[in-house]
Every structure is written in C-alpha cells, then in structure tokens.
C-alpha cells in the first residue's frame, strides 16, 4: 500500500499542468464624441481571477499593426478591471488587439482580434446643450438687433453715472473750464474691449461739449487710440454743427510709460483744472492717482471700468462710477446703435436664463438626493 502511495505521488508531480484559460469575450469599440484617437475594450473576467484572486497580477493589452505580430503593450490594468480605453491611436490606422491574463506563475492571451480603427465625430452629442444656448443666444441678438433697427424703443435701465454726465459737461461749462476725458489708463490699447467702449461714450461727450462751447481734453497713452479718439472727437463736433470748434491739438498722445502718462495727466489736472474728470476704460495703479489729483482739484469726476481690482478706488474718490458691465450698457445707451443695444438687450435675457438654470438645477439636484431619477437633469447641464 505503502509503494502504491509513493508512486502515486511521484507520478503526480511529472503531470503536465492544467493550461490557463485565456479571457473571454474580448470586444472593441470606438469612444463616442472624441477626436479619433481612442478605441475601448472590453472583456470578461480571466477563470484565473476568480479561482485565486491573490495569484492574479492583472491583464497586459497588446497591440499591432498587423495580424501575425510584433504585439506591443499598450497597457495594463489591475484585477478587477474589465475595461481598457487606448488613447494613443493614429485615427485611420488599423490595429489588432490581445488580452494577456497574467498570475505569478503562468499567463494566458486571447487570440488576435482586428481589425479594428478609431475614427473621428463630427459632433459632439454630449455637448447638445451648448449647441441649443447658442442657438438661443444667437437668435435673441439677431431679434434684438431687428426690433432696434426697426424703431422698437428698447429698455435699457438708467445709469446714475450716465445721468450725471451732462450735469457735469454742464457744470464745466458754467465755470469756463474745459472737460478732461481719459479713454484709458498708461497701459491699455486699441484692441481692448474696455477702450473701445470708452470711445463711443467719447463720442456723446464731444457732441455735449461742442454744443455748450466748451473745451474738451483728451490725453492718450496709445497712438492708435489717439487717432481714433481724434476722429470721433471731429465727427461729433461736426454732427454737433460746430467743426470750426474742434481743436485737434486738444487730443495729444502723451507716452506709452504708464506712471509717465500718469505723470503728464496730473500736470493737466492741476494746470488746467478741469471742472469735470472721465476715466472711463482700463486701469491699473494709476486709477488711484489719477483720482486723487482730480479730487483734490475740486472736479467733478465720473469713472468706469471692468478691472475688479481698480474700482474701489474709484468708488472712494470719484462723485459716479461704472461699474464693470456698466460701461458696456452706457455705451450702448448713449450711442443708440442697434447691433448695441440688440446685443445689451440679448445678453439681459441670456443671464435670466443661466439664473433660471442653476436655480433649476440647485433644485432638481437636491431632491434627487431623495428622488434618483431627477438626477438627470445636472448630467444634462454639466455633462462630464
């Protein structure tokens, strides 16, 4: 009994080892919405795995260009995952894929699958809803701008700051002094959105200005602002029927050094002591300076600008200011144009409409805690 025992024993250990199976069920697709570099693949779980889950080290993915080899690794993920994402393709190249299921003593690879190539979508399905706001958004400006060619008197909320410019062109004009207008502060230039809106809300001062008679100053930093300034400066005079009261000199370039130009406008605020100060546009550290000065020369002074961190300063030492989106909507309102106050008018009820989203979604959000299936409506919003 005893030898049988022994030559079972022995008989055993030369035995060929049970061959590992492979994973199942490998399958690849293309990622959906992306550029065209990226192909998903799936598969079952290794028998490996689940019969010893300590012994498994986890799945190699290979892959080739052709069918017969060489296989290259493309990646490796560790038990427990099923699901590869290869983002490292060529779009229009295609590509043979296997799964090699790895223990510490033994591995196993599914047979070649291919061949298969990514490829890249037009359209991006999850990003429907910005499709549908721009749309949205587009069609109110276009309708906005129609109604204000077409004479609709479209409402645009009335600014303390905007009333107060003619009390102070009046005001300038009383005392026989000139105005001083600052379209931008020592560092910004033609390109910037602050200045340009600053420019049309020059051009109804300068009207203002040639109908009382009275001087108007314009100091630039820019040489290109400079040039624009002076050309809506002459059309408003001309508008206003008084060209031979324009002063082209009056719309100098000082320098482009932003503590010089500071420098040279304080020197005009204290020479010729203007009765009333606009700094409207851009600023930076000058903005306290330039306030200051005007301050203490007794002017009135409205101010207006976007840059958050400037306007305290003009809160603190200026009669009015603009704040932020203010000197868009002045622009807008002063100037009347259509396309303006279309896209004024259009941007209104495109933030209605953001507000009414997030308290929406802040709703719908919290009784999906309690309610799952209202939790669609965050995913639609912020798809990831």
């Known amino acids: 009994m005893k030898k049988c025992l022994i030559v079972l024993l ?53 892959r080739s ?95 303390a700051g905007l009333s107060a410019v003619d009390e102070a062109i009046g005001r300038a004009t009383e005392m026989g002094r000139p105005i001083l207008y600052l379209p931008s502060g020592g560092l910004s230039a033609v390109s910037d959105i602050q200045t340009l809106a600053s420019l049309v809300i020059l051009g109804r001062v300068a009207n203002k200005a040639a109908e009382y008679d009275t001087p108007l100053l314009v100091p630039c930093s820019d040489p290109l602002v400079m040039t624009l300034a002076q050309e809506i400066v002459k059309s408003s005079y001309m508008n206003a029927g008084r060209p031979d009261a324009y002063r082209a000199e009056n719309i100098r370039y000082l320098t482009n050094e932003q503590f010089a130009y500071t420098a040279g406008v304080d020197g005009m605020m204290v020479r010729e002591k203007p009765a009333a100060n606009f700094m409207i546009g851009t600023f930076y550290a000058e903005s306290l300076i330039l306030a200051e000065t005007g301050y203490s020369t007794g002017a009135i002074q409205i101010a207006g600008t976007a840059m958050i961190t400037q306007l305290p300063f003009f809160v603190a030492a200026c009669d009015y200011t603009l704040i932020g989106e203010e000197i868009y909507a002045a622009s807008a309102y002063l100037s009347k144009e259509p ?37 669609f409506f965050a995913g639609w919003l912020m798809p990831r």
Do not use: C
């Open 10 to 62: 022995a008989a055993g250990l030369f035995l060929p080892a049970l061959a590992m199976d492979p994973p199942g069920n490998l399958q690849v697709r293309d990622v959906p919405n992306d550029d065209g570099r990226s192909l998903i693949l799936t598969w079952d779980k290794a028998a490996a795995e689940t019969a010893d889950p300590a012994a498994f080290k986890g799945y190699r993915i290979l």
């Open 65 to 159: 260009e052709t069918a017969g080899g060489p296989y290259a690794e493309a990646g490796y993920v560790f038990p427990g995952s099923l699901e590869f994402t290869d983002n490292t393709l060529t779009p229009g190249v295609q590509y043979y894929y296997q799964i090699n299921a790895v223990t510490f003593t033994d591995s196993a690879q599914t047979a070649p699958l291919g061949p298969v190539q990514s490829s890249a979508q037009w359209f991006n399905t999850a990003r429907a809803n910005i499709l549908i706001a721009f749309l949205v958004f587009t069609g109110l400006i276009l309708l906005y701008i129609y109604k204000a060619r077409h004479g609709a008197d479209l409402f645009v909320r009335r600014i």
């Open 339 to 375: 396309v303006l106050l279309g896209t004024i008018k259009a941007q209104d009820w495109g933030k209605a409409a953001v507000i009414f989203l997030i308290l929406i979604g802040a709703v719908m959000q919290t009784l999906a805690l309690k309610f799952p299936q209202l939790g």
